[in-house]
């Protein structure tokens, strides 16, 4: 073992640029070998080295091992023809094996019986035949030589002179703006990524548009989810919980056509999304401004979380806790849905209800503030629950 | 009695007898009785007469079964420091007995968060006397008919029907809480929404229109009969599927399966590659060829 090159190993002693901690030994060096090298031990041999039927015999298990792997992959081929994932010979139900998908089981088992075989089979290999002798392995100092790094200083020195960078401002000075300008298509493209919030609020390409609106007008009825069907104070006890929707999303037109489709419809739905319950009505605590917003005790706040946007319906009847089940933010639904517990930062916004003509239930008015999580011009919004 | 005795007088020649009067009375009275009997809804007069034996009866269960946490008219008792140690039960109906007695929750082995299943402790018809003994305390839900909760008497087509629509309405409704293959969950203060794999049809119509606990309730009204049957045709039909995708883990989502992997994946492997490095067979003999010395430095 050279150590010739310590010179070149950082923190070893002896270096200048060393800390004032080591200098109270000092400055003497340590000896090299502070405890000296037991060297390896002798080597001893497995039996497949020493035994050449041992050998032959691992040798064998080995190329089964591969076999193996081999007849699983025909396998897999034949379990992918012969179940099928799309009804069995009766066109109904799929084959199960043991009460799982048989095609999933077959194809799983025996494309992992083909990688395990192949990995075992080398494992094999590597412990009883491939050659296991001990050996040492210096480290390298990361440092360079001296003559490697002044070699590299000269060659960057000379093209810095043939380019003649220093001499020619004009070039480098065209090189450096022509690059900067390539800033300029990055900005157009990403500008045009689509219209702000504050253009689609404006806008209004479908009802309902922008994060500061929903689909909920003065008047519209509050609708069961799934079913559509709208909702009369009597037909709630209380302790009842609807998932609600604005009617809209069910809506067709003269000719039997949705009225919303596809993107809208699922923007309107999303964001329009209600949860209704009803309470004793003594129980519930309106904020100021809004003593009217309720029905008898049936209350009607956005169902998406104001933390990252989660829908949620967990409520809990007693307490009137309503729960995001994402990260357990939690809302007293029956003290203006304040955040009690969890990481959310707003109240979830309340629906003003009302009863109509026919006497169902009906929003007021839409929300009045935006439902959902916070955005980027989120707080300079007047928040009607403060 | 001058009038019947003239008008039954043409008809036999013993009219002047005395007690003409007083037969012919007899059979009127006998008449009209057994004509009554008859035709009148028979089972009124019985069943006002067994109504009130199935309260008196279930009231006698109920002041040795319920009443120590209930109170003795049903009132709700409260301990010293405000706790409820039972709610009342004016108003909460004969559903609720019957869900609560017949799956075991209640009569309570003892306060707590809530009260888990288990073997009942009374017979049907005990259930039947409590739940009489309950509901005359104030107005409540009833005990379903099973003609609104039984998926008997369906056509397949209405079956798949009734699936595709509960699917929904229970995603929407009850995935929150009971999880999206009915496995239940966790919830605040130690309660948890229980799994709906082992419910029977009537007691999942029954927790849906009563609202156990914390659960709200889906009264008629929020959620109609039949589609409270869609959401049970859906649950049942959860039951018939095979685990396509493989074990199912209790169907918990990432909770059971994250477990799976840190400790039987992980685990596994650890295992194999300690195994690997620490064991080879080793020999006491030397080698013999002379190759041997390439390596034996």
């Known amino acids: ?132 002798h001990e050996i040492v392995e210096m480290r390298h100092p990361a440092r360079s030589s001296d003559e490697d790094r002044e070699e590299t200083v000269r060659v960057l020195a000379l093209g810095a002179d043939e380019s003649g960078i220093a001499r020619r401002p004009l070039v480098r000075n065209s090189l450096l703006g022509a690059v900067g300008v390539l800033i300029a298509p990055a900005v157009v493209l990403l500008k045009d990524l689509g219209p702000t919030n504050r253009d689609v609020t404006d806008s209004q390409p479908y009802p309902g548009a922008g994060l500061e609106h929903t689909v909920w007008d003065k008047g519209m009825r509050v609708v069961r989810d799934v079913v559509g069907t709208p909702i009369r104070p009597g037909d709630l006890e209380i302790g009842d919980l609807v998932n609600a929707e604005p009617a809209m999303i069910f809506e067709v037109d003269d000719e039997g056509e949705p009225v919303l489709e596809g993107v ?58 309503l729960l995001c089940p994402c990260h357990q933010s939690t ?12 990481p959310a930062a707003r109240p979830l916004p309340q629906l003003p209800l009302m009863v109509d003509d026919d006497g169902y239930l009906v929003a007021q008015s839409d929300f009045k503030e935006p439902v959902g999580p916070s955005y980027w011009e989120r707080d300079s919004q007047q928040s009607t629950s403060k | 009695m001058r009038f019947l005795n003239r008008s039954v007088g043409r008809l036999s020649r013993h009219r002047r007898r005395p007690v003409a009067g007083l037969l012919l009375l007899l059979l009127g009275l006998v008449l009209t009785g057994s004509l009554y009997a008859a035709l009148a809804p028979s089972s009124t007069a019985d069943s006002a007469q067994s109504d009130e034996e199935l309260v008196a ?33 004016v108003g909460v109906g004969a559903a609720a007995v019957d869900f609560q007695v017949g799956t075991g929750r209640m009569p309570a082995v003892q306060p707590g968060a809530q009260n888990p299943t288990k073997p009942g402790s009374y017979t049907q018809d005990e259930i039947d006397a409590l739940a009489a003994y309950v509901a005359s305390l104030g107005p409540g839900p009833a005990v379903p008919n099973p003609e609104d909760y039984s998926l008997a008497g369906m056509s397949e087509e209405e079956r798949q029907e009734a699936v595709s629509r509960g699917g929904q309405i229970f995603l929407t409704n009850c995935t929150a809480c009971h999880n999206f293959a009915g496995k239940g969950g966790a919830m605040p203060h130690g309660g948890y929404a229980p799994a709906l794999s082992n419910t029977t049809a009537r007691h999942i119509y029954e927790a849906l229109l009563t609202g156990p606990g914390q659960m709200p309730s889906f009264s008629n009204g929020n959620l109609s009969p039949e589609e409270k049957r869609d959401v049970i045709a859906y649950l049942y039909s959860l039951r018939d599927q095979p685990e396509y995708g493989g074990f199912d883990l209790g169907g918990m989502g990432p909770v059971s399966e994250g477990l799976f992997a840190w400790l039987v994946g992980i685990g596994s492997l650890v295992g194999v590659a300690t195994w690997i490095a620490a064991h080879t067979a080793r020999s006491s003999k030397p080698k013999k060829s002379n190759s041997g010395e390439e390596f034996a430095a």
């Open chain 1, 331 to 342: 809302f007293d639904l029956a003290d203006a849905a304040k955040v009690v517990f969890g």
């Open chain 1, 264 to 321: 809208p419809l699922q923007i309107a739905k999303s964001k329009g999304a209600v949860v209704v319950v009803r309470m004793l009505p003594g129980e519930n605590k309106p904020a100021p401004g809004r003593e009217n917003w309720a029905v008898d005790g049936i209350l009607c706040y956005s169902k998406i979380c104001t933390h990252v946007g989660c829908p949620i319906s967990l409520y809990e009847k007693k307490t009137h806790h």
């Open chain 1, 1 to 132: 073992m050279s150590n010739g090159h310590d010179s070149h190993l950082p923190g070893l002693p002896g270096d200048d640029s060393h800390d004032a901690a080591h200098d109270g030994h000092g400055g003497a060096l340590v000896p090299e070998e502070p405890i000296p090298n037991p060297g390896l031990p002798e080597h001893v041999w497995r039996p497949t080295d020493v035994d050449a039927k041992a050998e032959r015999r691992a040798e064998r298990q080995i190329a089964t091992l591969f076999g193996l792997s081999t007849v699983c992959v025909v396998l897999f081929v034949v379990s992918y023809v012969v179940f099928g994932v799309n009804g069995g010979a009766d066109g109904k139900s799929v084959r199960t094996i043991g009460g799982l998908g048989a095609s999933n089981v077959a194809l799983g088992v025996t494309l992992g019986g083909a990688l395990l075989f192949i990995g075992v089979g080398l494992i094999q290999w590597a412990r009883k035949l491939m050659a296991d």
């Open chain 2, 57 to 89: 009866q279930g009231r006698e269960l109920f002041l040795v079964g319920c009443a120590f946490c209930h109170g003795q008219n049903g009132e709700g008792v409260l301990t010293q420091d405000g706790n409820q140690l039972g709610p009342t039960l």
